[in-house]
């Protein structure tokens, strides 16, 4: 089975707090993706990587930035966070040939910036 | 440009009778299907996908769904409702085109009542 793990489930920060999320899959999948979901605006792409070192915006990437050094992990960064950032995160990972992309989640991080 | 539109944000049924979330979708490519299903405070997992290969895709727990080019549909069904299936269910789009990013439908609520 593929399994998608983030580092926490629930996290609290205080506003300005720089925040860091981990993704780690274990099927050595090229794509990796963060999103947000919020109720009422279903999924959002926040960054994607196709490689190791490689990132591209999604369609909200202000306030964030990823860091992909290896080819499991893939973080997203709040540089310096803020109440309207406060939402649940998914990180998901798949392969990128074979034109079938169906996408692997992890369980979620749910943050709250107080 | 793909896009895809659930036809229902809220669908409520009685345990032991049929299920159908309406999906449309817009593709200038041959698509990529999916169905995923968000239990609450969870990831989401893959129910099934549409590859162009057999119109009538099965997917895990009793559900299927139909692709219909000529509708430009790909409605899930399945044909008794369990306690277990409320959760939130998204229909999702490969876009071919932008490397395998998914576009996600709003997503409808199925309610199962006792």
């Known amino acids: 089975d593929v399994k998608v793990t983030q580092s926490s489930r629930y996290l609290v920060k205080r506003t300005g707090e720089k925040v860091f999320l981990e993704c780690v899959q274990d099927?050595?999948?090229?794509?990796m993706f963060w999103y947000r979901q919020d109720p009422g605006l279903g999924l959002r792409l926040i960054y994607f990587s196709y490689d190791v070192k490689m990132k591209e915006k999604g369609d909200i990437p202000e306030g964030y930035s990823v860091s992909r050094e290896k080819k499991e992990r893939f973080s997203l960064i709040l540089e310096s966070a803020s109440t309207n950032q406060t939402s649940m995160y998914l990180c998901?990972?798949?392969?990128?040939?074979?034109?079938?992309?169906?996408?692997?989640f992890g369980p979620g991080t749910r943050l709250t910036v107080t | 440009a793909q896009s895809v539109t659930q036809l229902d944000s809220h669908v409520s049924v009685s345990e032991g009778t049929p299920v159908l979330l309406r999906c449309n979708y817009s593709s200038s490519y041959s698509p990529s299907l999916f169905w995923y299903v968000q239990h609450p405070n969870k990831g989401l997992q893959l129910l099934l996908k549409?590859?162009?290969?057999?119109?009538l895709v099965k997917g895990i727990n009793g559900f299927e769904a139909e692709f219909k080019k000529s509708e430009t549909s790909f409605h899930l069904t399945k044909p008794s409702a369990h306690m277990s299936d409320a959760a939130e269910y998204f229909c999702?789009?490969?876009?071919?085109?932008?490397?395998?990013?998914?576009?996600f439908g709003q997503g409808t609520e199925l309610s199962v009542k006792p």
């Open positions: 999702v789009v490969s876009s071919f085109s932008q490397g395998g990013k998914l576009i």
């Open positions: 549409y590859t162009s290969a057999a119109t």
């Open positions: 099927m050595d999948h090229e794509n």
């Open positions: 998901a990972s798949s392969f990128s040939y074979g034109g079938v992309y169906e996408q692997y």
